[in-house]
């Protein structure tokens, strides 16, 4: 006889208790496959309820599929629902302890991820505070289906502040905001790619920029980067590229900034090969010895579509990135993002319009410099002191900094190694597409970390490396 308890002060229906402990059953295999359960009445009689809640627990597992009705015969558990569902539910559970595990292991440890901004700083009243006005004064058409453009209002705040801050030269019907950086590089490969072209791609790069290129079908050409930045030279003149993508203003990973003689180059290259340039305006904003350079875009509008973002600049989890395009190719790209999402989400953008239109913005980013460049100035210090002869490579601006050993190979064994001293540091040679020069630089990421924690990790790399050179051949 089947019978399980029902609790009648309980705030879940009676259907469904009788529901979940017949479904739990069955997927502990408690009740079998092909098992015949007891009539509606007779399982009513057995757990006190009406037959009524009986039928309708039933009437739903026989709709999802646990049971299953044989005329003239009876209620039976459906064939291979059992082992499915168990398998299921041990993945849903070695998932969850996996994600547990996790999080306490990353509570122990000091990652030097790079290109994540300081979440203990977002502005959370100012942005709260404008959340709500923008919902209590909006008219009614601004929660609707909008222009796959972006926000009107948002679109001609940016051309004012990219104009004063970065040097760009665009009319607001340029912009097309968009889900984060991501999309719209996605979007321009998508629209730009031609069958038997190739993106040109300076190497090292952030390899979800690789990702993004290759997912789309381009065959990725790296371009040699040096301490200045990408290499014109090594660009090619006989196959012409879709597109040549560069972070210019304070390239990633290593960190340099591209002089105006190589970015003419790269304006006169494109010229020539019919071509773009797909700047990537990387934590530009972030520059800690003298002032930041402006944009390439300015230098050409017809021929630089530039990609801007504000994840990290407040926080990636507000998705609002922006494409600023040579008229041209406007429509086609408004056609793409319109068969993508249709448009990005309407309400954050009306609230950073007013974000960047009330000054908000000018004033976050002077008090993330200061404290970036604090952070920046702790992790160096700490460097110096632990590793006299390490060399620091790169401008001093963003989030990270790049270090290069005299002799130690930056590679896996090494790495992991970090990892048992709680200590996580990333490998340039991990971005890079040419392998084999940039084996002993590690890049050391600082923006979401504290000084504190900061100093704690470069203790840490001390221990680590301390005992590599004991453990391994000498370097």
Same mark, same amino acid.
């Given at each position: +006889?089947?019978?399980?308890?029902?609790?009648?002060?309980?705030?879940?229906?009676?259907?469904?208790?009788?529901?979940?402990?017949?479904?739990?059953?069955?997927?502990?295999?408690?009740?079998?496959?092909?098992?015949?359960? &007891?009539?509606?009445?007779?399982?009513?009689?057995?757990?006190?309820?009406?037959? $009524?809640?009986?039928?309708?627990?039933?009437?739903?597992?026989?709709?999802?599929?646990?049971?299953?009705?044989?005329?003239?015969?009876?209620?039976?558990?459906?064939?291979?629902?059992?082992?499915?569902?168990?398998?299921?539910?041990?993945?849903?559970?070695?998932?969850?302890? @996996?994600?547990? /595990?996790?999080?306490?292991?990353?509570?122990?440890?000091?990652?030097?991820?790079?290109?994540?901004?300081?979440?203990?700083?977002?502005?959370?009243?100012? @942005?709260?505070?404008?959340?709500?006005?923008?919902?209590?004064?909006?008219?009614?058409?601004?929660?609707?289906?909008? /222009?796959?453009?972006?926000?009107?209002?948002?679109?001609?705040?940016?051309?004012?502040?990219?104009?004063?801050?970065?040097?760009?030269?665009?009319?607001?019907?340029?912009?097309?905001? %968009?889900?984060?950086?991501?999309?719209?590089?996605?979007?321009?490969?998508?629209?730009?790619?031609?069958?038997?072209?190739?993106?040109?791609?300076?190497?090292?790069?952030?390899?979800?920029?690789?990702?993004?290129?290759?997912?789309?079908?381009?065959?990725?050409?790296? =371009?040699?980067?040096?301490?200045?930045?990408?290499?014109?030279?090594?660009?090619?003149?006989?196959?012409?590229?879709?597109? =040549?993508? =560069?972070?210019?203003?304070?390239?990633?990973?290593?960190?340099?900034?591209?002089?105006?003689?190589?970015?003419i180059q790269l304006v006169e290259y494109?010229?020539?090969? $019919?071509?773009?340039?797909?700047?990537?305006?990387?934590?530009?904003?972030?520059?800690?010895?003298?002032?930041?350079?402006?944009?390439?875009?300015g230098l050409d509008s017809k021929r630089?579509?530039?990609?801007? %973002?504000?994840?990290?600049?407040?926080? &990636?989890?507000?998705?609002?990135?922006?494409?600023?395009?040579?008229?041209?190719?406007?429509? &086609?790209?408004?056609?793409?993002? @319109?068969?993508?999402?249709?448009?990005?989400? /309407?309400?954050?953008?009306?609230?950073?319009?007013?974000?960047?239109?009330?000054?908000?913005?000018?004033?976050? =980013?002077?008090?993330?410099?200061?404290?970036?460049?604090?952070?920046?100035?702790?992790?160096?210090?700490?460097?110096?002191?632990?590793?006299?002869?390490?060399?620091?490579?790169?401008?001093?601006?963003?989030?990270?900094?790049?270090?290069?050993?005299?002799?130690?190979?930056?590679?896996?064994?090494?790495?992991?190694?970090?990892?048992?001293?709680?200590?996580?540091?990333? &490998?340039?040679?991990?971005?890079?597409?040419?392998?084999?020069?940039?084996?002993?630089? +590690?890049?050391?990421?600082?923006?979401?970390?504290?000084?504190?924690?900061?100093?704690?990790?470069?203790?840490?790399?001390h221990e680590a490396v301390s005992i590599?050179?004991? %453990?391994?051949?000498?370097?």
């Open positions: +006889m089947l019978w399980f308890p029902i609790d009648r002060h309980s705030t879940t229906s009676l259907v469904q208790q009788v529901y979940t402990n017949i479904r739990t059953l069955i997927l502990s295999e408690q009740l079998k496959e092909h098992e015949k359960l &007891p009539s509606t009445r007779e399982l009513a009689h057995s757990i006190g309820t009406s037959r $009524n809640t009986v039928t309708d627990a039933y009437e739903q597992l026989i709709l999802e599929g646990y049971l299953l009705v044989r005329p003239r015969s009876g209620t039976y558990v459906a064939a291979g629902v059992v082992l499915k569902a168990a398998e299921t539910e041990k993945r849903e559970s070695d998932l969850a302890d @996996w994600l547990q /595990t996790e999080q306490h292991d990353s509570r122990q440890f000091i990652d030097f991820r790079a290109s994540h901004p300081a979440m203990d700083h977002f502005p959370r009243k100012v @942005w709260g505070r404008l959340a709500k006005e923008v919902c209590y004064d909006s008219a009614d058409e601004l929660f609707g289906y909008r /222009t796959p453009f972006g926000d009107e209002t948002l679109r001609r705040v940016l051309a004012t502040y990219l104009a004063r801050t970065r040097g760009v030269a665009c009319h607001p019907e340029q912009i097309v905001i %968009t889900a984060g950086a991501t999309q719209g590089l996605a979007l321009i490969t998508q629209l730009l790619l031609k069958e038997g072209e190739h993106v040109a791609v300076e190497d090292p790069v952030t390899d979800e920029m690789r990702h993004i290129f290759s997912n789309a079908g381009a065959n990725v050409y790296p =371009v040699k980067a040096d301490d200045q930045g990408i290499i014109p030279e090594k660009l090619s003149h006989h196959e012409k590229p879709s597109f =040549v993508f =560069v972070i210019p203003s304070h390239q990633f990973p290593l960190g340099a900034v591209l002089p105006i003689q190589r970015r494109v010229r020539q090969m $019919n071509s773009y340039i797909v700047e990537d305006d990387y934590d530009s904003e972030f520059t800690y010895e003298g002032t930041a350079v402006y944009s390439m875009q630089v579509i530039y990609v801007g %973002t504000f994840s990290k600049i407040l926080s &990636p989890a507000l998705r609002i990135g922006y494409v600023i395009l040579p008229y041209q190719l406007i429509d &086609p790209f408004k056609e793409l993002k @319109w068969f993508s999402d249709r448009h990005t989400a /309407t309400l954050e953008q009306q609230i950073m319009a007013r974000f960047i239109e009330e000054g908000h913005l000018d004033q976050h =980013v002077r008090r993330m410099k200061r404290i970036y460049e604090g952070r920046r100035k702790a992790l160096v210090a700490a460097l110096k002191k632990s590793f006299p002869d390490l060399k620091i490579i790169g401008h001093a601006a963003g989030m990270h900094v790049v270090v290069e050993w005299k002799q130690l190979e930056v590679d896996q064994a090494f790495v992991d190694h970090c990892k048992q001293h709680q200590v996580i540091v990333y &490998p340039v040679e991990q971005y890079a597409l040419q392998k084999g020069y940039h084996t002993k630089q +590690m890049v050391l990421g600082y923006g979401s970390l504290t000084e504190a924690d900061i100093r704690i990790g470069v203790d840490r790399l590599f050179k004991q %453990t391994t051949a000498p370097f």
